[in-house]
């Protein structure tokens, strides 16, 4: 099976949404697939990787840069028609979306910014993209990483269901480096060896309770 992975960056050095790709990527050649990746630009672990990069030519730092990856991908769609092309950015015409972004829409609601994104170039180019995407009669299948998302998507776009699918993010259970034992890591945090510990890793914590 020939895979195509986009995204405008790829790779745990840019972020989450970013290494949750590479992470993916190397998942799927180890099972049989072929892995391309096509993006702006990877970090140095996965050019090591030695995955096939289609390189977008288009600035990752600007908003026209975010709008001409979109362009770029869709391009993608139709010269690989001999290959499933995932996308994990908000890109009208893509087949098969990642949704882990969730909806802008729903962000800015929870934010309550909704009036002030009104006057946002930005914020209006996000929502364009997003509602384009989610409505494009090509679209397929939405991957959602959580009940939440699935559903703000499918009630905000109505998309129907049976088009979403839930996948949750995994975890690599066994990261490279050194590994610490439970009793050293509480030692280090100065935590008591009885006291619950829950971890939240993520980020935009006020969204996000």
Request: aromatic letters at 6%; hydrophobic letters at 45%; a positive charge.
């Amino acid at each position: 099976m020939k895979i195509v992975l986009a995204r405008q960056r790829i790779g745990a050095g840019f972020g989450g949404a970013e290494g949750y790709v590479a992470m993916l990527a190397a998942a799927l050649r180890s099972r049989g697939a072929e892995i391309s990746l096509m993006a702006q630009s990877v970090d140095a672990e996965v050019e090591r990787g030695g995955f096939p990069v289609i390189r977008a030519n288009c600035r990752a730092t600007n908003l026209w840069g975010v709008w001409s990856f979109a362009r770029e991908v869709v391009r993608a769609v139709r010269e690989l028609p001999d290959r499933i092309l995932i996308s994990f950015d908000r890109i009208p015409g893509a087949r098969f979306i990642r949704a882990g972004d969730g909806s802008h829409a729903a962000y800015l609601d929870s934010m309550g910014q909704t009036t002030s994104a009104k006057f946002s170039v930005k914020h209006q180019m996000m929502l364009s993209l997003e509602r384009r995407t989610f409505t494009n009669p090509d679209l397929k299948m939405v991957i959602a990483n959580s009940k939440m998302v699935a559903e703000e998507i499918r009630a905000r776009h109505d998309v129907p269901a049976e088009k979403i699918r839930i996948v949750y993010t995994g975890l690599n259970s066994r990261p490279a480096g050194q590994s610490i034992s439970k009793k050293q890591a509480r030692a280090n945090l100065d935590l008591p060896d009885g006291a619950r510990v829950i971890l939240f890793a993520g980020h935009n914590y006020e969204r996000k309770g």
